[in-house]
């Protein structure tokens, strides 16, 4: 059975499910390059049947997450997509038509989908999915947290399990909790849109001048600056309670807006910050505890928006018996739950394979990345290990681009489509975000490192590895100060674990480790500020071109700065 999942929404994509493996997925915005590009995905439609060497007609159904009201909205009037993502981006002026357009958003999301919504939506979906060639191929509407949860469930490699999904909110929904036994899902609970724990998240994102579902993990990294606060000095925690199996929220929509403005106009924005950090992180554990209780200690199976909250992960870590997060947590990954939930729908008997990488992209062979960087008036060398060249390098203080396989699926650059740097170099962290990232100042950078090496530079690792950078840990203190450049000042990181089969990354790590002492690298994505990460040996060279980077090593094609020349 082949299934083509489609989520035509904030951050849209495709994945093509093939017998129950995953071969491909991508997100529009590598291809369009307009970063959480909310259009229909043409472009990564096409692309994901041509990287799994599939013809339109071989489709034989193609699942479309969610059904409700403001998505039936949205592909009925596209250019309302047009409009809320220059909104939501900040590439608007806030005038009043914008900050009217951007509540309704607001209120229609809550309203589910119906019969009716679900025939215009498949009227719709065959309009849009004619030029690829599908209008012939059966359409099903899946729903959206059972999108989620279907990533958590099942491409964890987990019998059973916890499954969790929060989010902001789709299909009038924000948040489930189900139990994984023997391969069947079977829900526990829900909560209504009204009661989200993202959508309140969201929302201290906008009053911080940010940009929601965007800037979230800026708002948690702002938190740490700000002095200890008692639980009793924080009025944001009498938002939420935890009932039973569900949270309650206590005040909604305008009120909810309202309150929180109340609240920042007289705190400052770290502790602002900090405050509902702290509260996610609270209502999170709580409501995570009350679950556990109900289903028995099993493996937590995570998702959802909610989840890319690598402090709230840390702490759920701790909970359970295991804990695994679908590394494309958000909206963005709802294309692949969706293929994976129809599935399991139309033919349980078909197992799923669990996610061992997510280098689900295009890759590029040295014969094709020769020919680009010719083209581009650039030359070059082959390099005989490609790993030693950049180990070597980045042992040396430079700053290089690494392109290496098929692009990553997900938000985070796992060694595929990588800027890496060294972690211990006094003042790496102050040169990147200044000359290269252009990031928020009190935003850390992230390593990798090797999983052997995991138990001995972090205190609390369970001795499960994590290889999607998906929760944090914490720096063993007497490393702290070596390795400050990748770890916020409370000694937190956000590790990526490279196990033996992530060569030639691994093999990298190995030559740092030999070099140095210890097999860990700083590692940030590969692109321009603002920008998607890089698809293309050409969007490499641009890159290096416009940027200190000293060196671009793609596959074993060796490109140095003094060589490629505007």
Not at 28 to 43: D, G, I, Q, V
Not at 155 to 166: H, I, R, S
Not at 209 to 233: C, F, H, Q, T, W
Not at 272 to 288: D, N, Y
């Amino acid at each position: 059975m082949i299934i083509l999942g489609v989520w035509d929404g904030h951050d849209a994509g495709a994945a093509l499910l093939v017998a129950g493996r995953l071969v491909a997925a991508v997100n529009e915005e590598r291809l369009s390059r307009r970063k959480l590009e909310a259009c229909f995905p043409h472009r990564a439609i096409a692309e994901c049947l041509s990287l799994g060497g599939v013809a339109p007609r071989e489709i034989d159904h193609v699942a479309v997450a969610t059904r409700d009201v403001a998505k039936t909205l949205a592909r009925l009037v596209p250019a309302t997509r047009e409009r809320y993502y220059h909104i939501r981006r900040r590439l608007s002026p806030p005038d009043m038509g914008n900050r009217i357009s951007h509540r309704l958003k607001q209120v229609i999301t809550l309203w589910p989908g119906f019969w009716g919504t679900d025939l215009l939506n498949r009227h719709l979906l065959r309009q849009e999915l004619a030029p690829s060639g599908l209008e012939r191929t059966p359409i099903h509407l899946c729903p959206h947290h059972p999108c989620h949860a279907a990533t958590a469930a099942w491409f964890g490699g987990l019998d059973e399990a916890t499954v969790l999904t929060l989010d902001g909110v789709g299909d009038g929904l924000s948040g489930t909790a189900s139990l994984l036994e023997g391969g069947v899902m079977r829900p526990l609970a829900h909560m209504g849109g009204r009661d989200s724990l993202g959508l309140f998240f969201e929302q201290v994102t906008h009053l911080l001048n940010m940009r929601e579902l965007e800037d979230e993990g800026k708002v948690m990294a702002l938190s740490d600056y700000a002095p200890p606060i008692a639980d009793e000095d924080n009025p944001l925690l009498d938002l939420f309670r935890v009932e039973g199996l569900t949270i309650r929220g206590r005040l909604h929509g305008e009120g909810l807006t309202r309150y929180l403005r109340t609240v920042l106009w007289s705190t400052p924005w770290e502790r602002f910050a900090a405050m509902a950090q702290r509260t996610l992180e609270v209502v999170g554990e709580s409501w995570t505890t009350q679950i556990l209780a109900a289903t028995g200690q099993r493996p937590l199976a995570l998702a959802g928006g909610v989840f890319s909250n690598i402090r709230l992960n840390g702490r759920l870590r701790r909970l359970g018996d295991g804990c695994f997060v679908f590394p494309h947590m958000g909206d963005g990954g709802l294309a692949v739950g969706a293929a994976a939930w129809l599935q399991r729908r139309l033919d349980p008997r078909i197992p799923i394979h669990p996610l061992t990488h997510v280098a689900l992209g295009r890759s590029f062979t040295s014969e094709e990345i020769g020919r680009t960087v010719r083209a581009a008036g650039a030359s070059f060398r082959e390099v005989a290990d490609p790993a030693e060249e950049a180990a070597a390098r980045i042992v040396r203080g430079e700053v290089i681009g690494w392109f290496q396989g098929g692009m990553e699926y997900g938000p985070r650059a796992l060694g595929h489509r990588s800027i890496l740097a060294a972690a211990d170099q006094e003042g790496m962290r102050d040169r990147l975000n200044l000359a290269l990232k252009r990031r928020a100042w009190y935003q850390p950078f992230c390593p990798s490192m090797l999983e052997e090496e995991a138990s001995v530079l972090l205190s609390d690792g369970d001795g499960r590895a994590n290889p999607f950078m998906t929760m944090s840990y914490q720096l063993r203190a007497s490393f702290r100060r070596r390795f400050a450049q990748i770890a916020s000042i409370d000694g937190s990181c956000r590790p990526q674990m490279v196990g033996t089969g992530a060569d030639p990354f691994h093999r990298l790590l190995k030559m740092i480790q030999k070099k140095t002492g210890h097999g860990i690298v700083l590692n940030t994505s590969f692109n321009l500020h603002g920008q998607p990460l890089v698809h293309t040996p050409g969007e490499a060279l641009a890159v290096l071109r416009q940027t200190p980077l000293t060196a671009l090593i793609m596959e074993n094609i060796l490109v140095e700065k003094q060589d490629c020349h505007d």
